[in-house]
């Protein structure tokens, strides 16, 4: 009986790294461009932007909370930093302050209504979905924003020794987001908010304001991603962002993160997206309709929530 447990702990464990090598596996078969080093970048260069917003909704689903406003949030900070990033107008650190900030405000209000006002998440940031795509049509009537800037193009559009930027924009805030979550204090609150709700406030933790925080840096996160979008695409777009928040949470919930709070990590996060992104990639190639892409994502995310419960159910 032990060797089972042991056995099904240590496959619910690795079996996300298992099942992404046999997916490549499948893919460098299916195609033999797959496992070129050049689509091996353009792979990590694509998935970039969406990983990144998938460790704060990773952080969200750890503390027990959804978010379902990281699309329009994406969308609104893409528009608002573009208005700051005219050639000759402002020093480039004004408009990724801006994209940044204006994420986070959005993500300050969401943890506030949620923490203080007792509102289940999911009305808030629903509600919020609908306010943030609304608020990046407001601020540019509907129009992209364009004429950006050389520096503000460099920042999703150049390259650091042969390697994308945006790569190393991903690398870096996965560092700081498992560093955060393995190695402080408000990492191990955010697990025990997530884990025990009644339980971390009994022993004496500020659930309210850890809930507060974690909205408000997977905003920020969403913010940096918007920007880094526009960067990319060289435009601000109302309507960038679409469906973001789908991709964002099937990468944590396929990665290992509990729709329950409590139970993940960002290195299956990161696993995640890559399955996703290594789907969409493998199924270009064989040239695949994108719509059967999204049929296959969604299969995914409904098997992997079905296998979370489960393994509750059993614990």
Same mark, same amino acid.
């Given at each position: ?6 056995? =099904? ?5 690795? %079996? ?9 596996? +499948? ?21 970039? +932007? ?5 460790? %704060? ?9 959804? &978010? ?10 893409? *528009? ?20 940044? %900030? ?20 999911? @009305? ?16 540019? &009537?509907?129009?992209?924003? @364009? ?36 190695? =402080? ?112 994502? %969604? ?5 992997? *929530?079905? *296998? &979370? ?7």
């Amino acid at each position: 009986m032990n060797m089972v447990q042991t056995m =099904t702990e240590k496959a619910s464990k690795y %079996g996300i790294y298992i099942a992404f090598i046999i997916l490549c596996i +499948i893919m460098s078969f299916l195609s033999p461009y797959f496992l070129t080093f050049q689509n091996i970048v353009n792979i990590l260069n694509q998935v970039s +932007i969406i990983g990144i917003i998938a460790i %704060g909704s990773t952080m969200v689903l750890l503390s027990g909370g959804l &978010d379902l406003s990281p699309g329009s949030i994406v969308a609104f900070s893409g *528009v608002m930093a573009a208005h700051f990033a005219h050639p000759g107008e402002y020093p480039i650190i004004v408009p990724i302050l801006v994209g940044i %900030g204006s994420g986070a405000a959005l993500g300050l209000i969401n943890g506030f209504v949620t923490a203080k006002g007792k509102v289940p998440p999911f @009305i808030v940031t629903l509600g919020m979905m609908s306010i943030g795509r609304g608020l990046a049509m407001l601020a540019c &009537d509907g129009m992209q924003v @364009i004429n950006l800037s050389e520096p503000f193009k460099m920042l999703g559009g150049s390259k650091i020794f042969g390697i994308p930027v945006l790569i190393v924009f991903y690398a870096g805030i996965f560092l700081l987001a498992y560093f955060t979550l393995e190695k =402080t204090r408000f990492g191990r609150h955010m697990y025990a908010v997530g884990g025990n709700e009644t339980a971390a406030h009994v022993s004496g933790l500020n659930v309210d304001r850890i809930k507060i925080l974690v909205y408000t840096i997977a905003a920020g996160l969403s913010g940096l991603g918007g920007l880094l979008l526009a960067s990319r695409t060289v435009v601000g777009s109302p309507i960038a962002g679409m469906g973001y928040e789908l991709d964002a949470i099937a990468a944590a919930v396929i990665g290992g993160t509990s729709t329950t709070g409590g139970v993940g990590r960002v290195t299956g996060t990161i696993i995640g997206a890559l399955i996703i992104q290594v789907i969409s990639n493998g199924l270009d190639m064989v040239n695949v309709p994108s719509y059967y892409q999204q049929i296959v994502k %969604g299969t995914i995310i409904i098997f992997a *929530v079905f *296998v &979370d419960m489960k393994t509750k159910q059993r614990a």
